[in-house]
């Protein structure tokens, strides 16, 4: 499925504003030469939730993105479609 699309689905269970999307920001979540399709900000743990479900649903492969280290270790995704950004979840 195209990032458009992965977009325009993603939108329809959060907010628009939390699906960033891609364009260059892309780049600042690549792991192992793999770059996300989109990326999603989540706010509350029900986002992360509908956002969570709907990847499952679709068989998206979702990586969880906290601060940005320690992202080179462990074995290299084979897909990455959905970056989870998790840095706005504070509470």
Partial sequence: MTAKGIDRKLEKVIDKE???????????????????ATVV??????????????????GWAVIPW???TQMGLGNPPRDFDVALDLSDLDQ
């Fill in 18 to 36: 939390l699906v960033v999307g891609c364009a260059e920001l892309c780049a600042g979540y690549e792991v192992d030469g793999r770059r996300p």
């Fill in 41 to 58: 900000r989540p706010h509350t743990a029900g986002e992360v939730a509908r956002i969570l479900e709907l990847c499952a649903r679709e």
């Fill in 66 to 68: 906290g601060g940005g």
